[in-house]
């Protein structure tokens, strides 16, 4: 009866010093206009989220820093690009392998290998409205036995001391960010937030589990196959839901609207600029080959009223003048 005793009081002192088994973060829906996106503990999973229409183009670029790497894990741009299409919420442009595919694709067309009738060209891929860049804040991939719990089973003794001196906890955990930038302007918009905890409570090396948690939203290369790929790819999954809420609050097609005006280059060598959408208008300045302009949004037919360098405003014949 001691024994019996002394094992619930070594069980019971384990189960006080144990981390929860399952803490999952989700984000809030009090959102800021700007800045971090909230986590708050203990929320309920939320689910992914559906768009009617989608909320803009995004290209989703690595990070300096390939953390992923140290985990065995894929970039987390395919978690991002599972989770923007499966909700319909974001339109992804490939700048990585897809871009360079297409670029050799082009090349054959310009070279003539290609089959007549191919429409491939200048002028079809489709811009960015933002740029999404997936970090990580901090990540913990630790296990190792419990001091004290080797402490109760030497005070038990015997073969249940053992077995209770060798529990130990596994613990893992992941905060990762969401970067989500204006492609135009480089604006940094928002960052989205989102976190997620998996502990597991096991007797010995590969004894039976005694907690577990919940799987995250598991896709990706290898973020399903081990513990801390799941955490991760949870954690993204919730900072995605933070931001497709952020953008939700923003009118769709705002990025390419609220842009300035893109500067024109200055096609021949000489170009006059006029008072008026006219020839016959007194000329104010003149333009060289190359200089820029910048476009004021005011149009006559051909005629475009522009500003120089130094804000000298004019009309020049639009057709004079190109953007690429």
């Known amino acids: ?29 009090n959102q800021r206009p700007y800045g971090m996106g909230q986590g708050s503990r203990n929320a309920a ?7 009617d229409r989608p909320l803009g183009t995004a290209a989703v670029r690595e990070p300096t820093r390939q953390w992923w790497r140290d ?39 310009d070279s003539g290998e290609l089959q007549r009738g191919s429409n491939v060209g200048r002028g079809q891929v489709a811009a960015a409205d933002f740029f999404i860049i997936p970090d990580i804040a901090n990540s913990d991939n630790n296990s190792g ?7 109760v089973g030497g005070l038990i003794g015997g073969s249940v001391g053992a077995a209770i001196g060798s529990v130990r906890t ?12 204006d492609a135009r302007t480089t604006e940094q918009l928002y960052i989205a937030e989102g976190t997620s905890q998996h502990t597991n409570v096991s007797i010995g090396a590969g004894g039976g589990v005694l ?14 196959d081990t513990d801390i ?9 919730y900072a995605f839901v933070d931001l497709v809420r952020y953008m939700q609050n923003q009118q769709p097609g705002a990025a390419a609207a609220m842009a300035p005006v893109a500067a024109q280059r200055v096609v021949p060598a000489t170009l006059s600029a006029y008072a008026g959408p006219s020839s016959s208008s007194r000329v104010l300045y003149t333009l060289r080959r190359d200089q820029l302009v910048y476009p004021t ?28």
């Open 1 to 29: 009866m001691r024994k019996i005793a002394a094992v619930l009081a070594g069980l019971s002192i384990l189960a006080s010093l144990a981390p929860p088994a399952t803490v999952l973060a989700a984000p809030s829906s």
């Open 45 to 51: 999973t939320p689910e992914l989220p559906h768009c």
């Open 71 to 109: 985990y065995n894990l894929g970039s987390p741009e395919v978690l991002i690009k599972l989770f923007a299409l499966r909700s319909g919420c974001l339109r992804i442009v490939d700048r990585n392998g897809g871009l360079e595919m297409r670029t050799q694709e082009r090349g054959l067309n």
């Open 145 to 151: 036995g419990n001091g004290v719990a080797a402490g």
């Open 170 to 181: 596994q613990r893992q955990t992941a905060q990762v960010l969401i970067t989500l930038v």
């Open 211 to 224: 907690g577990t948690t919940a799987a995250g939203f598991l896709a990706g290369s290898g973020y399903s």
């Open 229 to 237: 790929g799941r955490v991760i790819s949870a954690a993204y999954f």
């Open 297 to 324: 949004g005011n149009r006559n037919g051909v005629w475009m009223e522009v500003d120089d360098e130094n804000g000298n405003r004019a009309w020049i014949n639009s057709s004079q003048v190109t953007g690429r």
